[in-house]
């Protein structure tokens, strides 16, 4: 079920007084370059809540928690996860987001159903966080930039892959890597041992194809490594954290952090990206 209109205004006011309601997201989230491992107590134990915020924030600041938070507003739209499906030649064809995104108050889809799928939950959550940043970026904006970050195009058709921002978003492979790092400037590529919750990912599995997502955090249990991560996926029924150990499923992996969300404002809309990179190892440290 969708979360009831009270739910989301009691969310909205607890939302107030959190950390974003002080200077400490006008900076990129730094980190000392070492493994950084989460808590025990800090590994979710349910699929689908609005504390991303409050669970992750004591081990980062800057841009990351806007992304955090952007987590949990995202989340809100569907309590329950909204569904999962993909099918690009199906009528009504697949919707990233289940709900109207919108960037500074301009819509960028007209969501043909009320599921999800990978990349577009990461978007939505790059999306919110650039609404969170920026409050005023509506007046900023121009709409050249807002058309190619649009999702559909303007007859409400689906943006194929690589076209503009979004189709660089949802391409096959480094998808966040197309669109933050080399088309927009938006972002850093980061490596795995230094990637902290907020961070976005793309992981290559071993068997299969890939999956976009929100990273969370590191964790260690029985001398083997875990990762924490939400996402829109079929284990979920749509947007929710997957708990992922061991990692053997998993094949390479590239990391982005948001650094410089002041370049949606000035990127090139033109500007073509590199899609041959290779992915990283995750290496576990000898503890």
């Known amino acids: 079920m969708r979360i009831p209109t009270i739910a989301k205004a009691a969310f909205a006011c607890l939302c107030l007084p959190l950390s974003l309601a002080t200077a400490q997201i006008n900076q990129a989230t730094s980190d000392d370059g070492q493994w950084l491992f989460v808590d025990t107590a800090d590994v979710p134990t349910v699929k689908q809540h609005l504390n991303h915020e409050m669970i992750f924030k004591k081990y980062i600041q800057g841009y990351n928690l806007a992304v955090l938070r952007a987590v949990d507003i995202v989340q809100s739209h569907a309590m329950d996860g909204g569904g999962y ?144 991560f939400w996402s829109s996926q079929k284990s979920t029924n749509g947007y929710g954290d997957v708990v992922l150990w061991p990692l053997s499923s998993v094949k390479t992996i590239k990391t982005v952090r948001m650094t410089h969300p002041e370049n949606v404002f000035s990127f090139d809309v033109e500007k073509t990206v590199n899609r041959d990179l290779p992915g990283d190892a995750i290496v576990p440290p000898n503890r």
Not at 115 to 142: H, K, M, Q, W
Not at 160 to 189: C, L, P
């Open 85 to 228: 499906f993909t099918g690009m030649s199906v009528k009504p064809t697949e919707s990233p987001v289940g709900y109207q995104l919108n960037l500074f108050q301009k819509p960028l889809l007209d969501p043909p159903r009320t599921t999800s799928y990978c990349s577009g939950s990461s978007y939505g959550v790059f999306i919110e966080a650039l609404n969170l940043i920026f409050p005023d970026g509506g007046i900023r904006l121009s709409p050249e930039r807002l058309e190619s970050l649009h999702m559909q195009e303007p007859d409400g058709g689906r943006r194929e892959d690589r076209i503009k921002f979004w189709g660089k978003w949802n391409d096959d492979g480094w998808g966040t890597h197309y669109a933050m790092v080399q088309y927009s400037g938006m972002g850093e590529e980061i490596s795995p041992q230094r990637a902290r919750p907020g961070d976005f990912m793309n992981i290559s599995w071993v068997r299969g194809l890939g999956h976009s997502v929100v990273f969370l955090g590191w964790f260690m249990k029985e001398n083997k490594m875990g990762m924490i």
